[in-house]
């Protein structure tokens, strides 16, 4: 395996891809009104087990990051101010200001210490079991806006960034990280865009939230380098299923070859999809379902992580989907009736879920979404490979 030609695809899977996953997320919600009050990690497994896709041996159940593990990135005072949020319900009106906690879209909860410090504890096992080689997807995983000492954008602690430490301090030499949500992944490309031995490329919405964030340095742009290491896609509104399968074979697949990474890492959020009422991109689910598939066995080690998705038919079925990728197996046409009764079970309070779709209940398959390759993606993929 140590031979295998850069670039080449070869198998790495000396033994199944896991996943992580927790019951917390079924139990826990950001509240009723936030776009998170859905259920999607939930919906993933249980639509994976009943395809049969998830048995117990390859199933996980997450660990709660401990406070020496959240400290790698995360400051003392505000891992300790986000536990005491919790038993207290409650934080001055100082704390919420310093913290950005209950404000902005970051509500203070029941769970808003436990459930971010168990995806972290998800993302930072994750990195542990890939540790010699393998597969492993953590869909909790992705909440790549959390800053060091306080929270951004629904994201309170940064789970990539601490599996990209992990993962470093197990011995990983050089880690691709690959970000497709919707919204730019600063927290990440910022906490590494000056190490030369992590390279973050995101491709999201141009024009979305957070490119005027206070903390990210007019973030998102094509200029935006964060001291060398990191490349950013800012791509149109409509961005469609053959403009992403362009980007991956002209810009990130080269990229990713000229680096040499022993690991990769992608953040799967399903917020591009043009099912997602967060962003204007026009995505299909096969187009995520493609990208990791032509990132898997291009390293050794491979972690996938979730992201965004406020869709819960979307998200739960193009996770769903994922798992299916990364394992081989193939997506049928029309799920069985277990899998359609669990998704039409879910509802969602929001317009575009009154009158759900068909296929959003009877198959994981969204219609494909092709289209032109516009001039200004080519425009973006050659400034993204000038040197
Ligand atoms: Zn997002």
């Known amino acids: 395996m140590e031979n295998a030609p850069k670039g080449r695809r070869y198998k790495s899977l000396t033994r199944e891809p896991q996943f992580i996953g927790s019951e917390i997320y079924r139990r826990s919600t950001y509240g009723m009104r936030h776009p998170l009050a859905i259920p999607r990690v939930s919906t993933?497994?249980?639509?994976?087990?009943?395809?049969?896709?998830?048995?117990?041996?390859?199933?996980?159940?997450?660990?709660?990051?401990?406070?020496?593990?959240?400290?790698?990135?995360?400051?003392?005072?505000?891992?300790?101010?986000?536990?005491?949020?919790?038993?207290?319900?409650?934080?001055?009106?100082?704390?919420?200001?310093?913290?950005?906690?209950?404000?902005?879209?970051?509500?203070?909860?029941?769970?808003?210490?436990?459930r971010p410090a168990t995806a972290s504890g998800g993302s930072i096992l994750a990195a542990q079991l890939v540790a010699n080689a393998g597969v492993v997807y953590n869909p909790a995983g992705g909440t790549h806006h959390g800053r060091p000492d306080h929270a951004s954008g629904f994201c309170f602690f940064n789970d990539p960034a601490l599996c990209i430490l992990e993962l470093l301090d197990k011995g990983a030499e050089r880690v691709f990280y690959l970000d497709v949500d919707a919204h730019h992944g600063d927290g990440v490309q910022d906490a590494f865009g000056e190490r030369g031995n992590v390279m973050t490329l995101s491709v999201h919405e141009n024009g979305r939230w957070p490119m005027n964030a206070r903390e990210s340095n007019g973030s998102g742009t094509l200029e935006d380098r964060a001291g060398g290491m990191a490349?950013?896609?800012?791509?149109?509104?409509?961005?469609?299923?053959?403009?992403?399968?362009?980007?991956?074979?002209?810009?990130?697949?080269?990229?990713?070859?000229?680096?040499?990474?022993?690991t990769i890492v992608l953040q799967c959020g399903a917020d591009g999809l043009a099912d997602d009422p967060m962003s204007r991109l026009d995505?299909?689910?096969?187009?995520?379902?493609?990208?990791?598939?032509?990132?898997?066995?291009?390293?050794?080690?491979?972690?996938?992580?979730?992201?965004?998705?406020?869709?819960p038919w979307s998200v739960g079925r193009c996770w769903a989907g994922i798992w299916a990728v990364l394992n081989g197996y193939d997506i049928p046409d029309r799920l069985p009736d277990p899998a359609i009764e669990i998704l039409r079970a879910l509802s969602w309070r929001?317009?575009?879920?009154?009158?759900?779709?068909?296929?959003?209940?009877?198959?994981?398959?969204?219609?494909?979404?092709?289209?032109p390759v516009r001039p200004e993606i080519r425009d973006i993929v050659a400034e993204v490979l000038r040197p």
């Not at 689910?285 to 869709?311: E, H, S």
């Not at 317009?351 to 289209?371: F, I, Q, V």
Request: with cysteine; hydrophobic share 35%.
């Open 44 to 114: 993933c497994i249980d639509l994976c087990r009943a395809m049969g896709w998830l048995p117990d041996r390859q199933y996980h159940d997450s660990p709660l990051a401990t406070d020496e593990q959240l400290a790698r990135f995360h400051t003392p005072d505000y891992i300790a101010a986000l536990k005491r949020a919790e038993a207290d319900q409650t934080l001055s009106a100082e704390e919420r200001e310093t913290f950005n906690l209950g404000r902005n879209g970051n509500p203070i909860f029941s769970e808003v210490f436990r």
């Open 231 to 262: 490349r950013n896609l800012p791509v149109p509104a409509d961005f469609n299923d053959s403009e992403m399968d362009y980007i991956m074979e002209a810009c990130v697949l080269p990229l990713l070859d000229e680096f040499g990474p022993d």
């Open 283 to 311: 995505l299909s689910n096969g187009a995520l379902w493609r990208v990791a598939g032509r990132l898997l066995g291009r390293a050794g080690k491979f972690i996938v992580l979730g992201g965004g998705g406020y869709n």
């Open 350 to 371: 929001h317009s575009k879920g009154r009158n759900p779709p068909d296929y959003w209940m009877t198959t994981l398959l969204d219609p494909a979404r092709p289209g």
